[in-house]
Every structure is written in C-alpha cells, then in structure tokens.
Nanobody, 126 residues
C-alpha cells in the first residue's frame, strides 16, 4: 500500500520561501507521475505541478517561475520549492501519485491520481 506524507508547511510573509516535502513509502511502479495540488478554503482544488519518473515537469501558469518540483529517488521524496510567495498561495498543499500517463495528459490538473497525502498547510501573510 502506497503512503504519502507531506511536511514543510508553515506561515511566511509575502515574498518568502518554503520547501515542501512528500515522503513516499510502499511499492510503486518504476514509471509514475507525481503531482502537487492545493486547495484554499471555499475554492476548488487546483493543480500546482507534476513530475514524471523521467524527471519531466509541468506547472500551472499561476506558479511558473516561482515554484520548482524535484525528486530524490534515493529517498523516495518529492519536493516543492516555493519562492516569491503571495497571499493567494495560501492553501492546503497535497502531493499525489498516479499513473505515468497523467504526466502526458493535458488534464493532469484535474487530479485523477490514485494516491494522496493528508496535506500540509501553507499560509502567506501580506
């Protein structure tokens, strides 16, 4: 059974940085797609970005140039480096794991991933 555990959330001021981590355990296919999603109170969940097992990435327009997704395969850990944070980045952030096909899908941001973490809160104050 796959488990995903996020960490690294917190409160920062506008312009600050945070790095989120997502530790993965359990057996997974060698080819996969992992993603970061977020949900703010009263809003729908939105995709932040994805990374494939081959290292390819894609990002939502709202975070391009500010957020970077990376992974350490030796540690089975996914990262989300968030720079130049804005109040509108305030949300619960989730990591997700799914089929490698998701990383080639134009609809990846809809979040049809099989496994999800519990989330970590990010709050950006002005």
């Amino acid at each position: 059974q796959v488990q995903l555990v996020e960490s690294g959330g917190g409160s920062v001021q506008t312009g600050g940085s945070l790095r989120l981590s997502c530790a993965r355990s359990g057996s997974t296919d060698s080819s996969y797609c992992m993603g970061w999603f977020r949900q703010a109170p009263g809003k729908e969940r939105e995709g932040v970005g994805i990374i494939g097992s081959n290292g390819g990435t894609a990002y939502a327009d709202s975070v391009k140039g500010r957020f970077t997704i990376s992974q350490d395969n030796a540690k089975n850990t996914l990262y989300l480096q968030m720079n130049s944070l804005k109040p509108e980045d305030t949300a619960m952030y989730y990591c997700a794991l799914g089929s490698w096909r998701m990383c080639y899908s134009a609809s990846w941001s809809r979040g049809q991933f099989a496994y999800w973490g519990q989330g970590t809160q990010v709050t950006v104050s002005s």
